[in-house]
């Protein structure tokens, strides 16, 4: 009977082990330690981080961060003129609403926003990881004025019945524009109904051409490319009308015909005065 027991112990014993080793086996692995204690996985700013960016004024500018091995570690955008805190991670701490963070879905690239760009917002930017001790490195944004730029002389001149070409391109742009208008004037001409107007705007060249075939007198005037996203540029055009060679002639004939007696009488005159002598 003594036996009987002590073999019904041992086996539940057993049992006992074996369902522990199972539940063990069941448990989530723990976080795992080797990339907080190599110091060849600790956060470093990756190589190919563009420090230096432009941005057209009014444009959204963007700030790229991306930080190698950076783990649970926070971080923190500075402007470096007066030292201001914009962003911790996701959080803006500046009260200006157009700063604000956002980062991609594996966390190592983090992104500064500035919409609107002005001119003061140029400068120095630091994008800061919470190590011990802390690393940083600097961003620089510069703010352009953008503006059209127009092909050929400002001042330009043709003869009625030809073709006006206009040519508009915006270089500076750190973004296409939405669109592109062209002014007669004041008046847009983009949708003209008159018969011979063609606008042709290519976004991703950042650019546009006005045509107008087979212009008049009328079509003189300034015209004006104004893009959604800078400065506009103008010309002036001088559309003249041609005189034809016949009406030359005839105009030239009629002319020496009516003055012919009063070129015989200055004849007459002057070989009287010259016969007094």
């Not at 402007?79 to 991670?89: A, C, E, P």
């Not at 009406?247 to 020496?256: C, D, K, V, W």
Request: proline content about 5%; some cysteine.
């Amino acid at each position: 009977m003594m036996e009987m027991v002590l073999l019904i112990a041992i086996v539940l014993l057993a049992d006992a082990a074996v369902g522990s080793q199972l539940v063990s086996r069941d448990l989530p692995p723990g976080r795992p330690s080797p990339m907080w204690n190599n110091l060849l996985l600790k956060p470093e700013f990756d190589n190919d981080n563009r420090r230096t960016v432009v941005a057209s004024v009014g444009s959204t500018a963007y700030l790229h961060c991306k930080i190698n091995h950076l783990g649970d570690r926070a971080v923190t955008w500075i402007r470096k003129h007066d030292v201001q805190i914009l962003t911790v991670g996701t959080f803006t701490y500046t009260t200006d609403p157009r700063f604000s963070a956002h980062t991609n879905e594996r966390g190592d690239e983090w992104v500064l926003r500035i919409t609107g760009s002005t001119m003061n917002d140029e400068g120095g930017y630091e994008c800061q990881v919470s190590t011990d001790p802390k690393i940083s490195t600097t961003f620089h944004l510069h703010v352009v004025v953008a503006y059209a730029e127009m092909e050929g002389q400002y001042e330009q001149y043709m003869n009625s019945g030809g073709d006006i070409d206009l040519r508009c391109s915006v270089p500076r742009v750190t973004k296409p524009p939405d669109y592109i208008l062209w002014y007669h004037g004041k008046k847009v001409i983009n949708y003209s109904v008159r018969s011979g107007v063609q606008v042709f705007t290519n976004r991703k060249k950042k650019s546009s051409r006005l045509l107008i075939k087979n212009a008049g007198v009328a079509d003189s005037g300034n015209y004006t490319c104004v893009p959604s996203n800078a400065k506009a540029a103008s010309v002036i055009v001088h559309v003249i009308q041609e005189e034809t060679p016949a009406a030359i002639q005839r105009g030239s004939g009629e002319s020496l015909s009516a003055n012919l007696p009063n070129l015989m009488c200055l004849v007459v005159v002057s070989l009287i005065r010259f016969s007094c002598f």
